[in-house]
Structure formats: structure tokens, C-alpha cells
């Protein structure tokens, strides 16, 4: 059964870098489409990135585009999510989510694997 577990969040200063990541425990896996969500308080949770299973497609927010990167170590069955020239604005909970669709969906009800969600902080 697939497990999604997200780490690497914290706090950090306007400009800076993070790169979270997101571990599928079962290894024996294959096939899933994995998106990046974000959730500030207050807010509606939105999509962030994502990338076909494939590893061929990515896609973005307008808003991280050019900031943010999605990439997968196939061998360590992760996901990744580096964020450079980050904004206070940037501030939420960023979850990973999984689905075995055939094409990459950007709408969070279309997933159903979530992990727990790993808070990133951006101070100005």
C-alpha cells in the first residue's frame, strides 16, 4: 500500500531555499502521479506542482513557476520539490498527493493518497 511521507519543511527567510521531500514507503509501487498541494490558513488548498509518472510531464502554478521544481529519485522512490526565492506569501502546509491516473490531474479531489503535510514558514 502506498504511503506518502513529506519532510524538509521549516522556517526560513525571504530569498531562500528549500527543498522538500516526499518518500513513498512501498517500494514495490509503480505507476503513480505525484502532485504538490499547499494549504495556508484560511485558505482553500491549491495546487502546486506535479509530474506524470511517467517522469516525462511537469507542471505548475503560475505562481512558482520559474521558483519551484519538481523532479523523482526513481531508486529512492521520492519526490522532491526544491523552492528558491521563496516569499512570505509561500507560507503554508505543503502535501504530496498520489493518484495512478493515466493523465496528471491539478485538482486536489482527483488524488486519493495524501501524506501528512510538512509546514513551511517563509519570514520578510
Not at 504538490?36 to 509530474?51: D, L, S
Not at 505548475?60 to 522512490?77: C, E, M
Request: glycine share 8%.
Amino acid at each position: 500500500q502506498v504511503q506518502l511521507v513529506e519532510s524538509g519543511g521549516g522556517l526560513v527567510q525571504a530569498g531562500d531555499s528549500l527543498k522538500l521531500s516526499c518518500a513513498n514507503s512501498d517500494r514495490t509501487s509503480k505507476g503513480y502521479n505525484v502532485a504538490w498541494f499547499r494549504q495556508a490558513p484560511g485558505k482553500e488548498r491549491e495546487f502546486v506542482a506535479a509530474m506524470h509518472w511517467s517522469g516525462g510531464s511537469t507542471y505548475y502554478a503560475d505562481s512558482v513557476k520559474g521558483r519551484f521544481t519538481i523532479s523523482r529519485d526513481s531508486a529512492k522512490n521520492t519526490v522532491y520539490l526544491q523552492m528558491n526565492s521563496l516569499k512570505p506569501e509561500d507560507t503554508a502546509l505543503y502535501y504530496c498527493a498520489a493518484n495512478s491516473e493515466l493523465y496528471v490531474d491539478l485538482e486536489a479531489p482527483l488524488y486519493n493518497i495524501w501524506g501528512q503535510g510538512t509546514q513551511v514558514t517563509v519570514s520578510s
